[in-house]
């Protein structure tokens, strides 16, 4: 499986970015789709994922600014990023999970100046 996040940039504070990633199979019966997120000096962290039946789980910090959602008809993951913050600035990574299997794709750079 190969996933291709894109999306990504350079935004000002309070801007919006809108990332998407595109999967090379079908992401129909997949349990959960999602994107994480590695600061410099940081773990990579899970901030939002969308379950097979559509249910969708934040992190705290980015709760309220970004929306999770899936198209299983064109394989696609999109990330809507509004509000953004200077704490927002990390290399954005789609991942697949299903059962025991992880997959990731290559990030993409989102940074937002203050």
């Known amino acids: 499986v190969q996933l291709q996040a894109s999306g990504g940039g350079l935004v000002q504070a309070g801007g919006s970015l809108r990332l998407s990633c595109a999967a090379s199979?079908?992401?129909?019966?997949?349990?959960?789709m999602g994107w994480y997120r590695q600061a410099p000096g940081k773990q990579r962290e899970l901030i939002a994922r969308?379950?097979?039946?559509?249910?969708?789980n934040y992190a705290d910090s980015v709760k309220g600014r970004f929306t999770i959602a899936r198209d299983n008809d064109k394989n696609m993951v999109y990330l809507q990023m509004n509000s953004l913050k200077p704490e927002d600035t990390a290399v954005y990574y789609c991942?697949?999970?299903?059962?025991?299997?992880?997959?990731w794709g290559q990030g993409t750079q989102v940074t937002v100046s203050s």
């Open positions: 969308i379950s097979l039946g559509g249910n969708t």
């Open positions: 991942n697949w999970h299903h059962v025991a299997f992880d997959y």
């Open positions: 199979r079908s992401i129909r019966s997949v349990n959960f």
